[in-house]
């Protein structure tokens, strides 16, 4: 079975600096894809950045990058220059090619000005 | 495109009574997903629909939650009776399964109360 773990319940970060959420998963599969979603209060689920595991490289969308660790399942999401509206919580999610996702559940992330 | 739309936003019934949830995927969108999500559970996946069949409800709780796909761009999620521990925000998400992807597109959430 698939499991995601998110270990911190809630980070805190000054405005303009920078934070790392983590995200571990388990799978036996070879072949999956490794998500971040944002959830800000107004519930929207919004989609931050996509990994292929089958790629090295890690992704990256403007302020927001990984670190993916295939080896040791981690996938952590990087937040640079952070802004007050980075506030939400923060979801890793992954899937297999069968499209079925696996969330994790949850870390809020307070934005400090 | 307008995005996912969900109906209603929010809904607020007694016990017992039959609820209907609504969702519009984006069009061109191949999969279709419902969601429930609750502090206490988090997101969990109740059903997903390819080309309106449905692939897999394993994550459907009981016999009072059914969920149907007469087209492509129309889903419901229905339950009957309702009782108070349905109470949670329900999402619908559609994902295009263009390119193997894999990214889902969640509508605004149906936030259901059940008293």
């Known amino acids: 079975a698939q499991t995601v773990t998110q270990s911190q319940p809630e980070m805190s970060v000054q405005e303009a600096e920078t934070v790392t959420l983590s995200c571990t998963y388990d799978?036996?599969?070879?072949?999956?894809?490794l998500f971040w979603y944002k959830q800000p209060p107004s519930r929207q689920m919004i989609l931050v950045i996509r990994?292929?595991?089958?790629?090295?490289q890690n992704a990256t969308e403007n302020r927001f990058s990984v670190n993916f660790q295939k080896a040791a399942k981690s996938f952590s999401l990087k937040i640079s220059d952070s802004q007050l509206g980075d506030a939400a919580m923060y979801f890793c999610?992954?899937?297999?090619?069968?499209?079925?996702?696996?969330f994790g559940t949850g870390t809020r992330l307070k934005v400090l000005a | 495109d307008a995005g996912v739309i969900q109906s209603p936003r929010h809904e607020v019934t007694e016990m017992g009574q039959e609820v209907t949830l609504r969702c519009k995927p984006i069009?061109?969108?191949?999969?279709l997903f419902w969601y429930r999500q609750t502090m206490m559970r988090g997101l969990e996946l109740l059903i997903y629909?390819?080309?309106?069949?449905?692939?897999?409800d394993s994550g459907m709780p009981e016999d009072r939650f059914s969920a149907k796909m007469p087209n492509a761009s129309f889903s419901t999620l229905k339950i009957q009776p309702s009782e108070p521990r349905d109470s949670a925000v329900y999402f619908c998400?559609?994902?295009?399964?263009?390119?193997?992807?894999?990214?889902?597109?969640f509508g605004p959430g149906t936030r259901l109360t059940v008293t």
């Open positions: 799978t036996s599969e070879s072949d999956y894809y």
């Open positions: 999610a992954v899937v297999r090619v069968t499209y079925k996702y696996i």
């Open positions: 629909f390819n080309n309106n069949v449905p692939i897999d």
């Open positions: 990994q292929e595991a089958y790629k090295q």
């Open positions: 069009s061109g969108h191949d999969y």
């Open positions: 998400a559609s994902s295009p399964g263009a390119e193997h992807t894999y990214e889902q597109y």
